[in-house]
């Protein structure tokens, strides 16, 4: 595992830890980091200074592992299987996904593995517009972006790995 202090276009820090720079790489050009910030996607490696232990209490976080699909995209939904990327989020900021993915949950329908022929759908006005998710692969979620099509992952959680 490999930790890296990461920087979006609008100046906010944040780090995040990925299983090879090979990964971070990957998740960079396909667009799968944001900032947890403001939700940019333009997201950079920071400089950073060597890691020297100092015995300074740190704000409690809790860890979480973003699991990427079985073809190495986040499934909008959660879930999926392939590699792991834990990051630190405060805990405000957990609550709040969790509320996020609540009302996705209690508002929208649930779709499967067939979001991206939903949401392709809903964009050519082929359906009646509606809030849904569901799963998309990789190679799915690159063509829905595009073609323009909006959609937004669903907030990954610690309680989805047990």
């Keep these: 595992m490999i930790h890296y202090d990461l920087r979006c276009d609008e100046g906010h820090g944040f780090d ?3 299983a090879s720079s090979k990964a971070f790489e990957e998740q960079q050009e396909a667009g799968l980091l944001s900032c947890p910030h403001c939700g940019s996607a333009a997201v950079e490696r920071a ?3 060597p890691a020297i232990s100092g015995g300074r209490e740190r704000e409690p976080v809790h860890s979480v592992a973003a699991e990427t699909g079985s073809a190495g995209a986040p499934a909008v939904a959660g879930g999926g ?4 990327v834990a990051t630190t989020v405060p805990a405000p900021f957990l609550e709040a996904m969790r ?3 609540k009302y996705v949950q209690e508002h ?3 779709v499967g593995n067939r979001f991206a022929e939903e949401a ?3 964009h050519y006005k082929e359906s009646d517009p509606r809030g849904i998710y569901g799963e998309a692969s990789r190679e799915e979620i690159k063509e829905l972006k595009d073609e323009g099509v909006a959609f937004q992952p669903l ?3 610690p309680e989805d790995f047990n």
């Design 16 to 18: 995040a830890w990925f």
């Design 47 to 49: 400089l950073m200074a």
């Design 81 to 84: 299987k392939g590699q792991q």
């Design 99 to 101: 509320e996020v993915r």
């Design 108 to 110: 929208a329908d649930y």
């Design 120 to 122: 392709r759908r809903i």
């Design 155 to 157: 907030p990954i959680l």
